[in-house]
């Protein structure tokens, strides 16, 4: 990394002299920039590894119209450029997809997903000529072919975080198991087993997104049985491959709740629990909320299923969760309105099957209404909360 510094450095002190680069040394620093760039994203330096994309990309794209592009040159164009161009290409398509890495891991997913789509696209028009560079030149495609399994994967990702166009998602899924297959074939053996899985949890997310719940279900059942056969040929559990199976069964679970399979999807919220508790366990920082998502599911499972008592019981939990965390993570004080609202209403509704009803409510009340009145709340939140006062005629 010093060495690639100081070469940075050399670099750009020469055009601070006044003297003009080369195209080849314009390309020099453009990868120079790209690499210490990766060197900040393993190490977790987001606004180093941004910045010296931003510089890299800047500096490669600008010799980038100079090039013929690849869907323009014959099969027979062996010269001295269309080896460069091949090869420049390949470096441009990395700087996006490292830029769009960063991108995403500051939570930026629309300007993540235009960086994947420019690196696809590069790596796509690469990869029509894969029988020149890989007979002719002798290069191997395998690390190409990896960069485009995850540039499809992480864009799929981001269309999903987004919600919206989540055919165009599934279809990104889809293309990674294509390629995965590719070099199976080309290989002579099966594409390691790892990768399939955050692209089934990625098909899971998108076909529960369009409520196309046996299809998630179908990918769910994928991705616990590839992360179970992992787990058990690598006899241990490790803290995040144990997070993220407890996740799937959650989100199976509700995919069950979904299609009215309350049973299986009690079973799954049961696995997940085991799970989190492991991880509580080892001392695992563990996000309250998805506690909470956890009771409020089996909550809604159990209300399907007309059990009161255990609706009653996983909704106060739920509220529990939110009620510790109400003073210092301010996005959740509606939240913790409305799901106490909802679960008032249900309690309501279903009158008759809950045994002293008005006193229940009340209680509940008193329980996590009284104790949150002189919290400073957000608009919402307050709108929220008046709306319960209205609702119940209730006064402290």
């Not at 279900?217 to 787990?231: A, G, K, Q, S, Y």
């Not at 007309?306 to 510790?324: G, T």
């Not at 959740?332 to 006193?359: A, G, P, R, W």
Request: glycine residues 2%.
């Amino acid at each position: 990394m010093q060495e690639i510094s100081q070469r940075i450095n050399t670099l750009e002190s020469r055009q601070n002299q006044g003297f003009n680069l080369s195209e080849v040394e314009h390309f020099e620093l453009g990868i120079c920039y790209l690499e210490r760039g990766t060197y900040y994203l393993s190490v977790y330096e987001a606004e180093s590894a941004i910045s010296d994309y931003n510089k890299s990309i800047l500096l490669l794209d600008k010799p980038y119209s100079k090039f013929i592009a690849l869907g323009d040159l014959s099969e027979k164009c062996f010269d001295t450029k269309s080896v460069a161009t091949i090869l420049f290409y390949s470096q441009v398509a990395q700087a996006y997809y490292s830029r769009g890495q960063i991108l995403k891991f500051t939570n930026d997913e629309i300007s993540s997903i235009e960086d994947f789509t420019k690196a696809i696209d590069l790596y796509e028009t690469v990869c029509k000529f894969r029988d020149f560079w890989e007979i002719e030149l002798n290069l191997t495609s395998i690390e190409i072919d990896n960069l485009r399994f995850n540039a499809y994967l992480f864009r799929a990702s981001s269309r999903n975080i987004l919600r919206r166009d989540t055919d165009e998602a599934i279809a990104d899924c889809n293309k990674c198991i294509e390629i995965a297959n590719e070099l199976s074939e080309k290989l002579g053996q099966q594409y390691d087993e790892s990768f399939f899985i955050a692209d089934y949890s990625e098909l899971a997310n998108g076909y529960d997104i369009k409520g196309e719940y046996d299809k998630a279900v179908e990918n769910h059942n994928n991705f616990i049985d590839v992360m179970e056969r992992l787990i058990q040929n690598e006899m241990t559990l490790n803290a995040e491959d144990a997070s993220n199976l407890a996740n799937s069964y959650m989100n199976r679970g509700a995919c069950y709740n979904s299609l009215g399979k309350n049973y299986e999807a009690l079973r799954d919220y049961d696995k997940c629990s085991l799970l989190r508790k492991r991880l509580h366990e080892y001392g695992e920082p563990q996000d309250d909320f998805d506690f909470y998502l956890l009771y409020l599911n089996i909550s809604n499972a159990y209300h399907s299923l007309y059990d009161m008592k255990n609706f009653i019981e996983n909704r106060k939990n739920a509220l529990n969760v939110i009620k510790s965390i109400f003073r210092i993570r301010e996005e959740m004080q509606t939240l913790y309105y409305v799901c106490l609202s909802e679960t008032l209403d249900i309690l309501n509704f279903h009158s008759s099957k809950v045994k002293n009803v008005e006193k229940v409510i009340r209680t509940m009340l008193k329980e996590f209404l009284d104790p949150m009145r002189l919290t400073p709340k957000t608009t919402e939140a307050e709108i929220e909360q008046n709306k319960i006062i209205t609702k119940f005629q209730y006064m402290p």
